[in-house]
């Protein structure tokens, strides 16, 4: 297994990671430093781990396991509300009740089996993805929906989609599907 080493690279984390080349990016492949050789004696020493842990994919969002926060680190929605524009925090921890606003939305799109992008497609049809230019023999049902979070401060829109979305409505989008269905 080679060591690379790329420098000044651009990184996408949707749907996994991947890494993209810029003008001032530079990759070694096996570069002669001694981290890449420390490196090296690691994966050797430890390569069943290797090959157990790869294929879990903890890099994934999904497959992250996020301990609870302390009681400290959450915050009211009007403190959010006030930040500028400008701050750095991006994340917050927030205790809150979730709603439903557009009661009529549709819960679920068909998406791509291959990168999860609204494909437009008919459900139980073939298709060609336009974004990954792909061919699948069904789109896939994806959950998603918007609704607000309150917590007697304060309420923020939000929207979940995925596995998220699935977590908080506990339903998958084919159960949305059926629902529909008999309605």
Excluded at 120 to 146: H, I, Q
Excluded at 158 to 183: G, P, R, Y
């Amino acid at each position: 297994m080679p060591i690379i080493l790329g420098m000044r690279l651009s990184v996408n984390n949707y749907h996994g990671i991947s890494f993209g080349t810029l003008p001032i990016s530079t990759i070694l492949i096996d570069p002669p430093i001694s981290q890449a050789k420390n490196l090296d004696s690691w994966l050797k020493a430890n390569r069943e781990y290797v090959e157990r842990i790869v294929p879990q994919k903890l890099y994934e969002k999904e497959n992250q396991i996020t301990n609870r926060p302390l009681d400290s680190q959450i915050r009211k929605i009007s403190q959010i509300l006030c930040l500028p524009e400008t701050s750095q925090v991006k994340s917050f921890w927030i205790k809150s009740t979730l709603q439903v606003i557009k009661p009529g939305q549709q819960f679920y799109f068909l998406g791509c089996p291959g990168c999860s992008k609204a494909c437009g497609a008919v459900y139980g049809s073939e298709f060609t993805c336009f974004y990954c230019n792909t061919d699948f023999p069904n789109p896939k049902p994806m959950l998603r929906f918007e609704a607000e979070l309150y917590d007697g401060t304060g309420c923020l829109d939000a929207f979940a989609e995925h596995t998220e979305a699935q977590t908080l409505l506990c339903m998958s989008a084919e159960d949305v599907i059926t629902a529909a269905k008999v309605t």
